[in-house]
């Protein structure tokens, strides 16, 4: 009878256990999967194509170096094209037919709302960057978030139109997605406890073409400064387009897709970018000499060439390369399986990642530091990251 290769290492297994031979344990080679739900087309594509850079920068440098303690890490990436549906099948496919590890994304909220439920009964553990902010209840022990959620995000831009722009009476407006429609109640809320009025509310379609009715709605409302919550650059565009064409110079203040390269590209003329605010960190905002953080600088230098930042932020790119390293760090100090890998994210109160030095505990999954958080210029943008904006 041929010898094949399983029969031949049961055999040798059996032997080496009568013998009493010991074996050295054989090293785990096979790879690390990794899932990775992305909108990489359509309307809110914008972070995922951002993320993804980051993603395979870093995925091929750990594996051009030998892996993870000799493992090899694999992507298995689906394009839900921001439909929660879409994300539910593919976070399915991910977790029982491809067995990942661990999961990175969605990074829409509308479609983290759909799977997180799904990926805690499946106990994968998961990073994400979404703002709901029960996206990291205690009910989800799986999930763990490293960047700000909805109030964090809603705060800083409401202090600005308080503090800095004096604004009495603002618009608050966001795109039909879950994000958005969760983002617009958050802000809104936020807004009005802390004393201002909002005069306008409204979700507007991704797609929309003529935006010239709601911004004249807006104006007639008495709004002194639009807070805007969307992951779309094409709809910031044809705001900051319409808001020029009835003449209109109130300031635009919000979500950090605002100051994408990809919007400036959409602008009928680049004053229409001017007086754009948008919520930003430290990390990816230039000090008075024109300098980035250390280590983010670092960072830029490393991938000049090699990753495009004009089209996009910088955060979405270091949140893509922070998740990476953080589910590799996590197997090559505990291991892969979800005890492991969760164990060890809890542990971290001061992680060194490029975005931010993220904190989880056992308790509390919400990882990104309210103090990293400032006010940018939109339009002030090179390799993806700010200016402070005018106080």
């Known amino acids: 009878m041929a010898i094949t290769r399983r029969f031949f290492n049961a055999g040798s297994i059996a032997l080496a256990g ?4 010991a074996r050295p344990a054989l090293a785990d080679s096979s790879p690390i999967l990794i899932g990775y739900p992305a909108a990489l087309t359509g309307p809110s594509s914008a972070p995922s194509i951002g993320n993804n850079r980051g993603v395979g920068y870093v995925v091929n ?3 051009a170096a030998g892996g993870v303690n000799g493992r090899k890490i694999e992507m298995v990436t689906r394009d839900t094209q921001g439909d929660p549906t879409k994300s539910v099948n593919a976070v399915q496919e991910m977790i029982s037919s491809a067995k990942v590890h661990a999961l990175w994304g969605p990074n829409n909220s509308g479609e983290g709302l759909a799977t997180t439920p799904i990926v805690a009964r499946r106990n994968i553990p998961n990073v994400h960057i979404c703002g709901v902010n029960s996206l990291v209840d205690k009910k989800y022990p799986q999930a763990y978030r490293i960047a700000p959620n909805n109030l964090q995000c809603a705060e800083v831009p409401r202090r600005y139109c308080h503090d800095t722009l004096k604004a009495a009476n603002v618009a608050v407006i966001g795109d039909s997605t879950g994000y958005g429609t ?10 009005e406890t802390n004393g201002l009025k909002v005069t306008y509310r409204a979700q507007i379609d991704a797609g929309q073409p003529d935006l010239t009715p709601d911004m004249l709605r807006m104006r007639e409302s008495g709004a002194q400064a639009v807070i805007v919550w969307t992951v779309s650059t094409g709809l910031v565009a044809r705001l900051l ?3 020029a064409a009835i003449g209109w110079d109130v300031p635009f203040v919000g979500h950090s897709t605002m100051g994408s390269g990809d919007v400036g590209r959409l ?3 680049p004053g229409n970018w001017d007086k754009v605010y948008i919520y930003g960190t430290r990390s990816t905002t230039y000090d008075a000499n024109g300098k980035l953080p250390e280590r983010v600088q670092a960072f830029v230098a490393e991938i000049k060439g090699k990753i ?3 089209d996009t932020t910088l955060w979405w790119v270091l949140t893509g390369a922070d998740a990476i390293n953080l589910i590799a760090d996590a197997v090559r100090n505990a291991g892969s399986s979800p005890t492991e ?3 060890w994210w809890n542990q971290q109160t001061a992680y060194p990642a490029l975005y931010a030095n993220y904190r989880f505990t056992d308790g509390d999954h919400n990882g990104f530091p309210d103090s990293e958080l400032v006010m940018s210029k939109a339009n002030s943008g090179r390799d993806g990251a700010f200016a402070l904006a005018p106080t």
Request: glycine residues 10%; negative net charge.
């Open 267 to 269: 602008l009928d003329k």
């Open 241 to 243: 387009n319409a808001r």
């Open 61 to 63: 440098k750990i594996n």
């Open 308 to 310: 495009e930042l004009a």
């Open 182 to 191: 969760m983002m617009v109640t958050d802000s809104a809320t936020d807004v």
């Open 18 to 21: 009568a013998g009493g031979l």
């Open 341 to 343: 890998i969760e164990g």
